[in-house]
């Protein structure tokens, strides 16, 4: 991106998103990759910053899903190996080796 004294335009800025959405879109229809980009400016206004925020923390709840679904299947399917765990409190832990399950 070319700079003036250290300083992005706004235009290079609007270059870059637009680089990397198509690239993210040749990704998701190749690749099956899956993601957005989310991008303001120090100025924006306050009602659109909050709807990008929101946004990305919809995106962060749906992606905490797929782990923990995914998570939830490979300690399913395990076949546990039970390793005792030495812990400060008084309660014995005993967590799976494989799959990281706690008992």
């Keep these: 991106m070319a700079t003036t004294s250290g300083v992005t335009t706004i235009s290079d800025v609007k270059m870059f998103e637009k680089s990397a959405r198509r690239h993210l879109k040749t ?36 992606l905490q899903q797929v782990i923990n679904e995914r998570e939830r299947v490979k300690q399913e399917s395990c076949d546990h ?23």
Excluded: Q
Aim: proline share 2%; net charge positive; aromatic share 12%.
């Design 27 to 62: 990704l998701s229809a190749t690749h099956g990759v899956k993601g957005t980009l989310l991008i303001w400016k120090p100025g924006e206004n306050t009602d659109r910053l909050r709807k990008k925020y929101w946004c990305a923390m919809a995106i962060a709840n749906h």
């Design 81 to 103: 190996d039970w390793e005792y765990e030495h812990s400060r409190d008084e309660r014995t832990r005993y967590t799976c080796k494989k799959c990281g399950l706690f008992r």
